[in-house]
T-cell receptor
Framework: KQEVTQIPAALSVPEGENLVLNCSFT??????LQWFRQDPGKGLTSLLL?????REQTSGRLNASLDKSSGRSTLYIAASQPGDSATYLC????????????FGTGTRLLVSP | DTEVTQTPKHLVMGMTNKKSLKCEQH?????MYWYKQKAKKPPELMFV???????INESVPSRFSPECPNSSLLNLHLHALQPEDSALYLC????????????FGPGTRLTVL
């Protein structure tokens, strides 16, 4: 059974810092991995999707990497801003059968001015 | 337009009530999903529709009844719910089932008294 863990569970940083969020998964047979952002009480916004054959994806100040063999992904946020404050979730899809999203436990990020 | 809309935003109902949640997308997506999210937990998949047919039911109690009247609409009919069913209900859609990016709606916050 795929298990997805995110560390740290919560993170508080001052504005302007570069930061890294971690995601680990137990079964490396994944189809792809997706990073989402969720504001309190709101829906999920897709940030980046990395296919299993890719090593990284970039969008603006965000960079996500994937090391499938070690079961790890990182989300790098450059020059953090208060508007980045949210919960960040990673989710993996397995490579066989129905490709259900298995979500991680999330990292709550607070960026203070 | 990459928007998934959900109504209502908030719903309070008694255990004997019958209510419905609605979800709509106009992106031409052929897969639609219902998720349940409890506070400070990741979303959990409930149902998947593909081409307007129910593909996946994640062993959800029968007091939750999904319906897909057409390719743009997804409903979740609620009857005889329990207080522990109180949660954020999220709808999502994707182009297909094959690992495509899922786009989430803002959710309906349901409280069962």
């Amino acid at each position: 059974k795929q298990e997805v863990t995110q560390i740290p569970a919560a993170l508080s940083v001052p504005e302007g810092e570069n930061l890294v969020l971690n995601c680990s998964f137990t079964d490396s047979a994944i189809y792809n991995l997706q990073w989402f952002r969720q504001d309190p009480g709101k829906g999920l916004t897709s940030l980046l999707l990395i296919q299993s054959s890719q090593r990284e994806q970039t969008s603006g100040r965000l960079n996500a990497s994937l090391d499938k063999s070690s079961g790890r992904s990182t989300l790098y946020i450059a020059a953090s801003q208060p508007g980045d404050s949210a919960t960040y979730l990673c989710a993996v899809r397995r490579s066989t059968g129905f490709q259900k999203l298995v979500f991680g436990t999330g990292t709550r990020l607070l960026v203070s001015p | 337009d990459t928007e998934v809309t959900q109504t209502p935003k908030h719903l309070v109902m008694g255990m004997t009530n019958k209510k419905s949640l609605k979800c709509e997308q106009h992106m031409g997506h052929r897969a639609m999903y219902w998720y349940k999210q409890k506070a400070k937990k990741p979303p959990e998949l409930m149902f998947v529709y593909s081409y307007e047919k129910l593909s996946i039911n994640e062993s959800v109690p029968s007091r939750f009844s999904p319906e897909c009247p057409n390719s743009s609409l997804l409903n979740l009919h609620l009857h005889a719910l329990q207080p522990e069913d109180s949660a954020l209900y999220l709808c999502a859609s994707s182009q297909g089932l094959a690992g495509d990016t899922q786009y989430f709606g803002p959710g309906t916050r349901l409280t069962v008294l």
